[in-house]
């Protein structure tokens, strides 16, 4: 007969790892953004003359916001097809950056499991994965499953319904629409950084002035996007060197 497994053995742990309604429920609070730019997206697609159903297998196969904006634009101006994927493979390429980086918390899965994982993190999804991490909370498939299942729902909603309803709005600026994604991240980054001690805040302040004067000073000679990513690399490479 086996003896009863003590507190803090892996019984416990596993009782106490965070679930796939954990993962909706951290969620949650980016909704708003993914509301007000998908619904933002889809008025731009109707727009370019996109249908609804064109509009919703964007949003199911590209599932970027960025990207989505620039190939509606260029669809807008009849761009050859190679140019439009050529850009948006540029403009997502930060994502391989983002999976990069949560990667060796998912070790312990398969190939099959971290692809899925992988294909849908996001700009905010892997900031509240972030923020998890910074309080010293770990991540697993089941949290993260929902992190990124909720934001794709509720993506992919918005895009269609902003496509349905496209011809009643012709300026979403006028209701902050543009502003919203711009303000979800200023939240992710303030929650992240409140949990932080001094010295690490200081280090990740610095990180943060490298980035701008890096990205203004590599705008000067390449495109604003590829500015984004040679900066990203850069600065992401001198933060895990200096990181203590």
């Known amino acids: 007969m086996q003896p009863p497994e003590e507190p803090g053995c892996d019984g416990a742990e596993k009782q106490t790892e965070s679930t796939f309604a954990d993962g909706v429920k951290d969620g949650i609070p980016t909704l ?13 697609g109707a727009a370019s003359h996109l249908s609804v159903l064109e509009m919703g297998i964007m949003s199911l196969l590209v599932y970027a916001g960025a990207a989505q904006f620039i190939i509606c634009g260029m669809l807008a101006v009849h761009a050859p097809v190679s140019a439009i994927i050529l850009t948006t493979f540029i403009v997502n390429l930060r994502n391989f950056l983002l999976s990069a980086t949560l990667a060796p918390h998912f070790t312990r899965y398969s190939l099959l499991r971290n692809i899925g994982i992988g ?3 996001t700009d905010e999804s892997f900031g509240v994965a972030a923020g998890r991490l910074a309080q010293g909370k770990p991540l697993n498939d089941r949290w993260m499953n929902g992190l990124n299942l909720i934001a794709y729902v509720s993506w992919v909603v918005s895009c269609v319904v902003g496509a349905l309803f496209g011809s009643w709005i012709a300026d979403p600026e006028q209701f902050g629409m543009d502003y919203a994604l711009t303000a979800m991240f200023v939240a992710l980054l303030v ?16 990180l943060m002035g ?3 004067i890096a990205m203004l000073l590599l705008s000067l000679f ?7 990513i040679i900066a990203t690399v850069i600065v992401a490479t001198i933060g895990v060197v200096t990181e203590k």
């Open 32 to 44: 708003l953004g993914y509301i007000s730019i998908g619904l933002a997206a889809g008025i731009v």
């Open 119 to 121: 294909l849908l993190v």
């Open 191 to 206: 929650l992240q950084l409140g949990h932080l001690v001094p010295a690490k805040l200081k280090h990740y302040l610095q």
């Open 222 to 228: 390449v495109s604003s996007q590829l500015a984004v």
């Open 210 to 212: 490298y980035m701008v």
